[in-house]
Each structure stands twice: as structure tokens, then as C-alpha cells.
């Protein structure tokens, strides 16, 4: 079963609110709506609007994704 971000229960959500994610990620909230810009959110079927942490945490942190042959990212390891 994969989170979500109203079950905290099974860990780290993949998606969650823009207040949610910049608490997850642990930055403010003005960084996390600066990067959402360019990250298209989830519509859930209540029409809640979630961004996906990866996707976010992408654009936060550049440097600590490399990328490998084949153009695969690939998470560093620190």
C-alpha cells in the first residue's frame, strides 16, 4: 500500500499539500511554492491539489541526484 498524507502510519507519503511537503522536505513554505511553480500537482477526485515530494525534492536539492547512462536519475547516497 503506498502513503498518503493523511496516514501517517505508513511512513514517508509520496504526495502531499504544499504546507505538508515543506515540513517533510524541511524548508519553508515560500521555497516549496517558489519550486511547485514548475511542478504540475496531482488533482485528487475531492479536488485537493498534491505535489509529489520527489518531484519537489528534485528541484530543492540538484545536487544530490546524478544522472547515469541511459539517463536514469540516480539518488547519491551521503
Known sequence: MV?????P???RPIAAPLE???ELLGVDLAAVT???ASVEPYIR???TRIWSLMQLERRLRP???A???GG???RRRV
Open 3 to 7: 502513503g498518503t498524507w493523511h496516514d
Open 72 to 74: 536514469y536519475l540516480d
Open 20 to 22: 505538508r511537503c515543506a
Open 45 to 47: 477526485a475531492d479536488g
Open 9 to 11: 502510519d505508513l511512513g
Open 34 to 36: 517558489e519550486v511547485a
Open 63 to 65: 545536487e544530490a541526484y
Open 67 to 69: 544522472r547515469r547512462r
